[in-house]
């Protein structure tokens, strides 16, 4: 139980907001509190690194602490600054925490990385420094990374005290990386939460003759607000249109999401969109190792009928989970015997739909939220449901879809262009926003289970090239 408590503490980014609320959904804030009674009228302090990112995880945990404890005290530790030279001259920007950076050899690279020049410099610094961070854009940034040495074709780097560094460690990268003429320093993590630190390193690389560029994954903040949290709404468009301003390219993760930038540009009457070279690539599915991780027997269980459909994915309001609640209710009131099960951590503005999930009659009989699900439980959800369940009001790219298709798993999505654009003829689709459409597809997989997605997965190397070939060429 003090294991419990202890974890409370570690959290240093906003995913403390998402864990404090799956922790009271499995009711272990009253385990944890209950396993620690000396800590009832002590006063305690508690250290959170405090970051733009910080804000909803701060108020998270006063919350939170404020409930179980009589005094509560945030310690904030000093801010850290770096100073970064650029064309203009030394600009100081905060520096919000050092780099995570796992051995070069740790993963196989091809001996030209070490030599080639102009580099593609892919930077990884919000990951790196968050490293227990399990979202999707952090999982396609360290695959992105793991794949630019393996194949010889980009150098990943973090931004830090000033200066570029290898993301991996070896002893050819001790000291900084300086950027050189023709290279292009690519941004595909969060940048909404580091804006004065990129533009203040695009300057440095632009300072070298070097060249910066975007990949997108999508514009939800500016084109769906009530999709993200208030603090990335507040940040993520003035930062988009700075970035691009400094940029030569902007490569989105599918066609779909190229589409809602170049109108999104040509709507607001962005200066440089003529200019900015835009493309796109395709994600891809990063192969598991077999995981020393057990599969527990009562999820095991869940998937043991043939008749559960499966979601995945962060409750939050994008993900469209009240419209497959209400597709199940409508099937259960007409009799079907079928089992609900939702894969994924509590994520933002969803207090609703989470509340809606542990009041339901259901839950726990044939509706189920596994909030800590592990890649071998994963693994096997996907190899044994009935189908999985998509029902988005919108997506960037819709990477469950292509994890089913690696593990011969049939898809129900929402016809968004997306899912048309990655799956293609082989998913069962419904109306966006329609629980009538889903229900009736549900109730169909059920008298005949739909075929699995078939479609070519391609491999992060793949990708990677893909990526590459849509850059432009070093002036």
């Excluded at 599918?254 to 440089?272: N, V």
Aim: aromatic share 8%; hydrophobic share 45%.
């Amino acid at each position: 139980m003090a294991a419990d408590a202890a974890r409370i503490g570690r959290y240093e980014t906003s995913a403390l907001a998402a864990e404090l609320a799956a922790l009271e959904a499995q009711s272990v804030q009253e385990r944890a509190v209950g396993g620690l009674p000396n800590l009832e009228g002590r006063p305690h302090v508690v250290k959170l690194i405090e970051s733009r990112a910080g804000g909803l995880a701060l108020g998270a945990l006063q919350t939170f602490l404020a409930r179980t404890m009589k005094l509560v005290r945030v310690v904030r530790p000093a801010r850290r600054h770096a100073v970064v030279e650029t064309a203009e001259g030394p600009r100081q920007v905060e520096q919000q925490a050092r780099a995570v950076r796992p051995e070069l050899s740790s993963v196989a690279f091809a001996p030209e990385i070490l030599e080639q020049r102009p580099r593609i410099l892919i930077d990884v610094t919000p990951t790196a420094r968050r490293p227990e961070a399990r979202g999707g854009i952090p999982r396609v940034v360290t695959a992105l990374a793991k794949a630019g040495v393996e194949t010889g074709l980009a150098l990943p780097v973090c931004m830090e005290d000033g200066a570029l560094i290898s993301y991996y460690r070896h002893p050819a990268f001790e000291g900084p990386i300086t950027p050189g003429p023709g290279d292009i320093f690519l941004i595909p993590d969060i940048f909404w939460y580091f804006v004065e630190e990129y533009e203040a390193y695009v300057d440095l690389v632009r300072k070298h003759g070097g060249q910066a560029g975007i990949i997108a994954h999508d514009i939800f903040p500016i084109s769906h607000p009530s999709f993200s949290p208030e603090e990335v709404v507040q940040t993520f468009e003035r930062g988009l249109r700075s970035l691009l301003a400094r940029s030569v390219c902007c490569i989105s993760v599918s066609k779909s999401t190229e589409d809602s930038i170049r109108a999104y540009l040509e709507a607001t009457g962005f200066p440089d969109r003529h200019r900015l070279t835009q493309d796109h690539f395709h994600l891809a599915v990063t192969p598991r190792e077999p995981s020393s991780l057990p599969v527990r027997e009562e999820i095991a269980s869940l998937f043991a009928s043939g008749r559960t459909f499966l979601s995945v994915g962060t409750l939050e309001p994008r993900k469209g989970y009240a419209i497959a609640l209400d597709a199940c209710d409508l099937a259960w009131e007409k009799g079907e015997d079928f089992s609900y099960v939702i894969l994924g951590r509590f994520g933002w503005r969803s207090q609703g739909i989470r509340r809606r999930i542990l009041n339901h009659p259901l839950y726990g009989k044939r509706l189920f939220w596994i909030a800590d699900a592990n890649d071998s439980e994963l693994d096997m959800a996907y190899a044994r449901c009935r189908a999985l369940i998509q029902s988005s009001i919108d997506e960037g790219f819709g990477l469950p879809v292509i994890e089913a298709a690696a593990h011969g798993a049939p898809v129900i999505a929402s016809d968004l262009p997306v899912f048309r654009e990655v799956g293609g003829d082989q998913v069962t689709y419904f109306p966006v926003a329609s629980p009538e459409g889903l229900a009736r597809a549900m109730m169909n997989a059920l008298v005949h289970k739909p075929k699995p997605v078939n479609v070519a997965v391609p491999s992060w190397e793949d990708a990677m090239r893909r990526l590459a070939a849509c850059l432009p060429p070093a002036p």
